[in-house]
């Protein structure tokens, strides 16, 4: 004799589930993250917040020791900020290169936390590519 389940156990798991999906897209549409900015919007933004822009040079400095010093510049824009990173840097990170870092900013000058450089790969789809036929 096959042994029946009750309905409620169906209905209590459902629930659940459903409470958890509604929790998750809760905490990934509006869970506070960090407000992601460019250079030209970072003008009255106190704590920390993720920075992203185009590398202008000169790069100087040691991430290592004591900090490497460049200033990052708006993608469509002339405004830039200076930017001091210390930690690991990747091989990709040159002048003209797209990065975000995270940090704050400080006299002046943004202070990225260390080891939060990212960079952006360029599209491998490009305006030039685009005019093959």
């Known amino acids: 004799m ?3 389940r009750s309905p409620a156990r169906l209905v209590i798991a459902l629930s659940i589930a459903a ?3 509604v929790f998750l897209l809760y905490t990934s549409i509006a ?3 960090t407000p992601a900015i460019s250079p030209g919007q970072l003008a009255g933004h106190t704590g920390t917040v993720q920075l992203g822009g185009v590398v202008v040079g000169p790069v100087t400095g040691n991430a290592r020791e004591g900090g ?3 200033r990052l510049r708006d ?3 002339s405004t830039s ?3 001091l990173y210390t930690g690991s840097v990747p091989d990709p990170f040159r002048v ?3 990065i975000v870092v995270d940090g704050s900013v400080r006299e002046s000058t943004f202070v990225a ?3 939060s450089m990212v960079t952006k790969c360029p599209s491998k789809y490009s305006a030039a590519s685009s005019k093959q036929h």
């Open 19 to 21: 409470v958890l999906a």
């Open 113 to 115: 936390r260390p080891g």
């Open 31 to 33: 869970g506070g993250g």
């Open 2 to 4: 096959a042994r029946r």
């Open 96 to 98: 003209g290169r797209e």
């Open 75 to 77: 993608r469509k824009g």
């Open 68 to 70: 490497l010093h460049f």
């Open 81 to 83: 900020v200076r930017v």
